[in-house]
């Protein structure tokens, strides 16, 4: 597979946006990350150790992708967060935006929980395959329409623990 992205430039571009993250909340402040299931973890795992702010996480996971590179468009919520978010600042941690239909559907069900604060940062962004138009505060890199996997990104659940982002091959 063709790496698109190499480790290190996603490492430098995950501490850029951990300092852009600090910068934009309140001095002092908890930042309160929810890390998206599946593919969200290891983007997770970096920004929050890049973080010296005081800083909180919970996960949640959705299912958009039914074992196929084609997105069904419709979200399921398959595991909720374990605390309220009421009064916090809450940054959402996703791998990808693509057509943004799942985080259209995240920021709808969290903003209903009255967080202080909601924004969003995800380390790829697919900006032509967008179908609805949804804030994403940090983007780390714009991609072309190419199927992508690695560093949290599964094809049919494989290829996430590659340290790097390549291009799926065609079958
Ligand atoms: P959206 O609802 O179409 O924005 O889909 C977002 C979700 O689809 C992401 O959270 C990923 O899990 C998955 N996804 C979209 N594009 C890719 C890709 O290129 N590789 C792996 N997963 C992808
Ligand atoms: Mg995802």
Redesign the pocket.
Known sequence: MKVLLEADRIQQRVRELAAEIEHDHPTGEEIHLVG?LK??FMFMADLIRAMGARVTLDFIAVS??QQS?K?SGE?RLLKDLDTGLEGRHVVIV??????????TYLQDILRARSPRSLRTACL?S?PS?R?VDVKVEYIGFSIED????GYG???AEKHRNLPHIAI?DAE
């Open positions: 998206v593919g969200g958009s992708y590179k997105s979200v996703e791998d990808i935006v693509d057509t943004g239909l799942t985080l790829l697919k395959r179908m190419q199927f992508v996997v990104l599964d094809y799926l």
